[in-house]
């Protein structure tokens, strides 16, 4: 089955600093790919899409500034989260649309990173 | 109005029990269905698509009610290992966006 792996798994960082998360798609190529955040008890909710060679598409009340997204190749996208603040803290997950697949419904998700902001 | 309903729960059952999940959604424009099984500080992952014919799988049955808008998931004889949160999704191609729920949390207990 399709595997999307990312790094890390979880991070503690300082308020201020800037955390970058991975995401890989081990065993196919994805044009697309989408970063969720989900915070305790509620559901996920869509940050922005991507494809590889673009610049991503932000969801409204999400800030392209704080949250860098670069989809540099067909395998890989990264997050940066910029001068995380506690309020940032939460599960970030990425999920990755296999190329030349049936639609942009069929999304493989990561295991996803859990940040900590102190 | 969120544009995924779901009843949060939890819903409490003994194994063996039958329990059924609702959902509401908003879009009429919406093209797709599924339900995703979440486990704690995991990701989602799918565990059936639902079709307006309704569809079985093993103890899990989905149907879907295009007319009220409304999805629905049976889970018969549930086990121990049932308990997760239960995600309600839609997909709209006009987006190509997949829209969660809150979900919906099964504790089975012995």
């Known amino acids: 089955g399709a595997v999307v792996s990312q790094h890390p798994s979880w991070v503690i960082c300082k308020s201020g600093t800037s955390v970058k998360i991975e995401c890989r798609s081990l065993?196919?190529?994805?044009?697309?790919m989408f970063w969720y955040r989900q915070f305790p008890k509620q559901s996920l909710m869509l940050m922005a899409t991507?494809?590889?060679?673009?610049?991503?598409?932000?969801e409204q009340g999400v800030e392209k500034d704080k949250f860098l997204i670069n989809h540099a190749s067909l395998t890989l996208s990264t997050l940066t989260v910029t001068s995380a603040h506690p309020e940032d803290s939460s599960f970030y997950i990425c999920?990755?649309?296999?190329?030349?697949?049936?639609?942009?419904?069929?999304?493989?998700f990561g295991p996803g990173t859990r940040l900590l902001v102190l | 109005r969120k544009e995924v309903e779901q009843d949060p729960g939890p819903f409490n059952v003994p194994e063996g029990a039958t329990v059924a999940f609702n959902c509401t959604y908003s879009?009429?424009?919406?093209?797709?269905f599924f339900w995703y099984r979440q486990d704690c500080r995991k990701e989602p992952k799918l565990l059936m698509s639902?079709?307006?014919s309704g569809n079985e799988d093993g103890r899990f049955t989905a149907q879907l009610n295009r007319a009220s808008q409304y999805i629905s998931l049976l889970i018969r004889d549930s086990k121990l290992s049932d308990s997760a949160t239960y995600l309600c999704?839609?997909?709209?191609?006009?987006?190509?966006?997949?829209?969660f729920g809150q979900g919906t949390t099964l504790q089975v207990k012995p």
């Open positions: 999920s990755a649309t296999p190329r030349g697949g049936r639609a942009l419904e069929t999304q493989y």
């Open positions: 065993d196919f190529q994805a044009t697309t």
């Open positions: 991507s494809n590889e060679g673009s610049k991503a598409t932000y």
């Open positions: 879009n009429s424009a919406s093209q797709s």
């Open positions: 639902v079709y307006s």
């Open positions: 999704v839609v997909y709209s191609g006009n987006t190509g966006k997949l829209i």
